[in-house]
């Protein structure tokens, strides 16, 4: 697995703004308009979400960010890893830097919000692998043949 330095990202960055267009633009191509529920950059600099890079010699491998929900629920969003960095553990770096934050924070669930059908898979499998179950669609989400909602007690 590759050392991935992480930071706080203000998203001022070129290539933070470029990972996060190639997201929205793949879920475009997964899911239809209505069921995307990925934040624009705008949203993400926010002050109840809190965004992080991954990085690897200069390079941008993913990214992710927090979202307060309430004081004992947080979401994660803008999970993405750049694609030359896909399966050399820069989402899971991104990821188990979130649950870290989330734990420190006093959270006692995390959830979150991914597509449903195949593509998506990979993202499955990650987070399955560090303990999220589907569960009930939570907040404004509507689980369907194209949205799933997973979440993670943290207690």
């Given at each position: 697995?590759?050392?991935?330095?992480?930071?706080?990202?203000?998203?001022?960055?070129?290539?933070?703004?470029?990972?996060?267009?190639?997201?929205?633009?793949?879920?475009?191509?997964?899911?239809?308009?209505?069921?995307?529920?990925?934040?624009?950059?705008?949203?993400?600099?926010q002050?109840?979400?809190?965004?992080?890079?991954?990085?690897?010699?200069?390079?941008?491998?993913?990214?992710?960010?927090?979202?307060?929900?309430?004081?004992?629920r947080?979401?994660?969003?803008?999970?993405?890893?750049?694609?030359?960095?896909?399966?050399?553990?820069?989402?899971?770096?991104?990821?188990?830097?979130?649950?870290?934050?989330?734990?420190?924070?006093?959270?006692?669930?995390?959830?979150?919000e991914?597509?449903?059908?195949?593509?998506?898979?990979?993202?499955?499998?990650?987070?399955?692998?560090?303990?999220?179950?589907?569960?009930?669609?939570?907040?404004?989400?509507?689980?369907?043949?194209?949205?799933?909602?997973?979440?993670?007690?943290?207690?």
């Amino acid at each position: 697995m590759t050392d991935f330095s992480l930071r706080l990202d203000d998203l001022s960055g070129a290539e933070t703004t470029a990972l996060l267009k190639l997201h929205l633009d793949e879920m475009h191509q997964w899911s239809p308009a209505c069921k995307i529920n990925s934040l624009p950059v705008e949203r993400l600099k926010q002050p109840d979400v809190t965004f992080y890079s991954a990085w690897s010699d200069g390079a941008l491998a993913a990214c992710g960010a927090i979202k307060h929900l309430d004081d004992h629920r947080g979401e994660l969003k803008a999970m993405r890893a750049a694609p030359e960095f896909r399966g050399q553990g820069a989402g899971e770096a991104i990821l188990i830097h979130l649950l870290d934050v989330a734990r420190d924070r006093g959270y006692d669930w995390v959830g979150l919000e991914t597509g449903a059908t195949q593509p998506f898979q990979p993202a499955h499998r990650l987070y399955q692998k560090h303990g999220f179950a589907v569960c009930p669609a939570f907040d404004d989400y509507v689980s369907d043949e194209f949205s799933l909602c997973m979440g993670l007690s943290l207690r």
